[in-house]
């Protein structure tokens, strides 16, 4: 006798693809000045500065490359694992990520640390002046993703404590894990031949239209030969869209236009988690950087980095409406 059975899956059934996120968790004391920062500096005067801004706007955030990341992958209905350092204060960001459901099994809090501090003003132009204090992510280093027993689809090392981003890109290759090289503003703290080894490693870099530039100039590299050593070269470009280069081709990401432009503290990331999920669920190129171009969009209408909060199926939704398919 035969017997038919029937399975039903919906998308809430199957376990999302895991994705390690490797970067900085950190406060973020975003301020707003209601004016230029160009008014307020005199051209002549660049070797003796001594400003000050009124800032009446002023709000804490949580931030970091990776808290924000995982905040707007979990959106989309992925399944991040943070890897980075808190300090001693860093419970209330525990706690968060525990609310949101999201895995704080590789966060070491590491003593006698502040957790890390950026402090952001941002200009009507949407010009930003950023004073970071690195703290806890300092020991990035501290942890190791040669301890991790999970299966992880894709990860990403984004800006972090230098050794820890060298090792994490050792560790990914050593494991054979997938991995984005993000560097962010964290570039400088490498030379030429780091740059190159993070290159060589990765499957994916990742970077905006400033960065992109530094990247080639220290490695003497152009946008096709680090595109033809890697799967992609995504290169962000704000109001712009985006730029992803391949070995055979280059994709132009539009930009998509946001409800408001508020705050853009975090798109970068917002773009990333984009990226992420559509790597991890078998999207092709322009799919993955079109949801990225939109998550920005999305982030871009909130003030801070984690404060934006759509479910996955309205940000489906929204896709098939801007692009008039579903992904």
């Not at 152009?222 to 730029?243: H, N, P, Y």
Request: aromatic share 8%; proline share 5%.
């Amino acid at each position: 006798m035969w017997i038919t059975v029937f399975l039903f899956f919906t998308p809430n059934s199957v376990t999302p693809m895991s994705s390690l996120i490797c970067g900085s968790l950190a406060y973020d004391t975003i301020m707003s000045f209601p004016d230029r920062f160009s008014e307020s500096i005199l051209a002549d005067q660049l070797h003796n500065i001594n400003v000050c801004f009124l800032v009446p706007a002023m709000r804490r955030e949580f931030g970091g490359c990776a808290g924000n990341i995982a905040y707007s992958l979990k959106m989309l209905g992925g399944n991040p694992m943070i890897m980075a350092t808190i300090g001693t204060d860093g419970e209330p960001y525990l706690e968060r990520l525990a609310e949101l459901d999201i895995s704080r099994r590789y966060i070491t809090t590491v003593k006698k640390s502040f957790t890390a501090q950026a402090f952001i003003t941002t200009d009507q132009n949407n010009n930003q002046i950023t004073a970071f204090h690195p703290g806890a992510m300092s020991f990035s280093h501290q942890n190791s993703i040669r301890d991790i027993d999970e299966k992880v689809e894709l990860a990403i090392v984004a800006p972090d404590g230098r050794d820890g981003m060298l090792q994490n890109a050792e560790d990914c290759a050593a494991k054979g894990i997938p991995f984005i090289f993000d560097p962010g503003q964290g570039l400088p703290m490498f030379n030429r031949e780091e740059l190159l080894r993070f290159i060589d490693l990765a499957t994916y870099v990742a970077v905006n239209d400033y960065e992109a530039a530094m990247l080639m100039q220290e490695t003497g590299l152009t946008e096709k030969e680090i595109a033809s050593m890697t799967k992609a070269l995504i290169v962000t470009l704000g109001e712009r869209g985006a730029e992803i280069y391949t070995g055979a081709e280059k994709i132009h990401i539009p930009c998509v236009e946001p409800d408001q432009t508020i705050d853009p503290t975090g798109c970068g990331d917002a773009f990333r988690a984009g990226l992420i999920y559509g790597l991890t669920n078998g999207m092709d190129l322009p799919t993955c950087g079109r949801l990225g171009s939109l998550m920005g969009a999305i982030k871009i209408a909130h003030q801070g980095p984690q404060t934006h909060s759509l479910t996955a199926t309205e940000i489906a939704s929204r896709f098939e409406k801007e692009f008039g398919y579903r992904y």
